[in-house]
């Protein structure tokens, strides 16, 4: 229980504190019944009144409560990019660990993408560039659309020029 870090109060630095602990677990084979009842003591304030709403079924589990944290902290795959997108190294940081802190957000933002193989991975990023380039009313029409899933680019590319269209035609119309 000792080698566990505290969870951090930083929002950001959440994922990366899970894979820490999971790391650990792994290193210290820690029997999956113990993962989560060791977790609970090491939780921000914040986590652990979050938990408090948690069936006893979901508090045996290091997993559910994982996830229950990442989504209730709303670290979404749109965040995890945001974050990496944002990033810039800390005056107390080194490099070695600013690197370590970007491969774990972007880690956590592909591996929230279900990309598995180079080819999803050119496709994630034709669809982030594509839908940075978008207006605001054509990027939440697609987004809208998209919700909790990932379109492939030539789809993300179809509702956007259907989009761009039909708005086109509304304001030529009027």
Do not use: W
């Amino acid at each position: 229980m000792i080698v566990l870090p505290v969870m951090p109060t930083d929002v950001g630095e959440i994922p990366q504190y899970f894979e820490t602990v999971g790391n650990l677990y792994g290193i210290y084979d820690v029997p999956t019944e113990l993962q989560a009842k060791l977790l609970i003591h090491h939780l921000s304030e914040r986590a652990k009144s979050l938990i408090g709403r948690l069936s006893q079924q979901y508090l045996e589990s290091y997993e559910e409560i994982k996830n229950f944290l990442l989504k209730e902290f709303k670290l979404t795959p749109s965040e995890y990019k945001a974050q990496f997108d944002k990033a810039v190294m800390k005056p107390d940081e080194t490099r070695i660990l600013f690197v370590a802190r970007l491969h774990n957000q972007l880690y956590y933002y592909v591996n929230s993408r279900n990309v598995d193989s180079f080819d999803k991975l050119c496709d994630l990023l034709l669809c982030d560039k594509l839908k940075s380039c978008m207006s605001s009313g054509t990027l939440s029409y697609v987004l809208s659309l998209e919700g909790n899933d990932c379109f492939d680019s030539c789809k993300v590319a179809e509702l956007s020029d259907t989009y761009v269209t039909n708005h086109t035609r509304l304001q030529v119309g009027l």
